[in-house]
């Protein structure tokens, strides 16, 4: 990516996070490969897809975005590529021809954005690194090297346990770059306006009610899994349809009210001490009704 190009860019689909924004920048100006850390649903993939809008067009096409999901099944073949037997024997089994690119081939010039990186495995993380390194990748036998020269961002969830680590040889190629909730309750609703549906009419007051509770229980000592960016945005289109359905033009609390399990229980996690003696939905049922009474959503 050209210089300028990268010192212009505001990543503008993303609000706030600046601090993260400067960070990606200078990763991307010294050329660096970055991994994204932060929750689900913060916004990582809205910032990789970012970065491709700021790059050059080629042959007046955008730039490619390619995705790679990690997970412990993806392979070599995957990401590199494979060989096609019949065109082999057709144009011989070194050939060009013969080689059906994968994944890597097909974002050069672009961005490579590789969600969840440490779901894959060891093997895959290796298969990565000539990649990485030398921007063009040796096949087998085959004497050409293909282009891959691409932006990589990778993406990792530092809550999540079902997954290997990754090596310390592969973290020592990356930078991490961090990505949090959004700052503030303005910044959210911002983001929830610019992302969520608008159906009918959502008093403001309302609204910001709904995500000072929602933004409470990121703060809730007793959850550990929290409740993300993509809550907020979905009580939002819930409560709307709701009302809908129930032939009234403007939401109300108990349109909120009947949408809130449905939307939040399983978005979060009780921690261990009181997973055991109640259910996510009750403590979210319990948790709303005491934030009412306060007074929370006026
Ligand atoms: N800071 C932010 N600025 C703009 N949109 C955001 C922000 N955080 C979350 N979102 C929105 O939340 C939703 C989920 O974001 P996404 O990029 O898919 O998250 P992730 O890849 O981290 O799971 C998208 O609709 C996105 O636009
Ligand atoms: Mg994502």
Do not use: W
């Not at 087998?140 to 961002?153: C, L, P, R, T």
């Amino acid at each position: 990516m050209k210089f300028k190009q990268i010192m212009s860019s505001d990543f503008e689909d993303i609000l706030g996070q600046e601090d993260t924004k400067k960070h990606l920048k200078s990763a991307l100006l010294s050329e660096r490969n970055v991994i994204v850390v932060g929750a689900p649903g913060i916004g990582k993939t809205t910032l990789a897809k970012n970065v491709a809008k700021v790059m050059p067009k080629q042959n007046g096409k955008k730039a490619p975005f390619i995705r790679v999901q990690g997970s412990p099944d993806l392979t070599a073949e995957d990401l590199i590529g494979d060989i096609d037997p019949i065109k082999a024997l057709k144009f011989g089994p070194t050939s060009k021809e013969a080689f059906t690119p994968g994944k890597i081939f097909q974002a050069n010039k672009g961005v490579l954005f590789f969600d969840e990186i440490n779901r894959c495995s060891e093997k895959l993380q290796n298969s990565l690194l000539q990649a990485l390194e030398e921007k063009k990748v040796t096949i087998g036998s085959y004497k050409v090297d293909f282009e891959a020269d691409f932006v990589f961002i990778g993406t990792m969830n530092p809550e999540d346990t079902s997954t290997e680590p990754l090596s310390d040889v592969f973290l020592d190629r990356f930078d991490f770059i961090y990505m949090h909730y959004p700052e503030t309750l303005d910044i959210e609703k911002k983001i929830v306006f610019k992302s969520g549906k608008k159906v009918i009419d959502f008093p403001e007051k309302l609204l910001e009610g709904c995500l000072k509770f929602i933004r409470n229980l990121r703060e809730d000592e007793n959850i550990e899994k929290k409740p993300s960016v993509r809550a907020s945005i979905g009580l939002y289109e819930r409560a709307q349809t709701h009302a809908l359905l129930s032939g009234k033009k403007t939401v109300s609390i108990h349109d909120v009210q009947a949408v809130l399990i449905s939307v939040l229980s399983h978005r979060i996690r009780l921690k261990p001490s009181l997973k055991y003696l109640k259910k996510p939905e009750n403590y979210v049922k319990e948790e709303f009704e005491k934030f009412c009474d306060k007074g929370g959503y006026l």
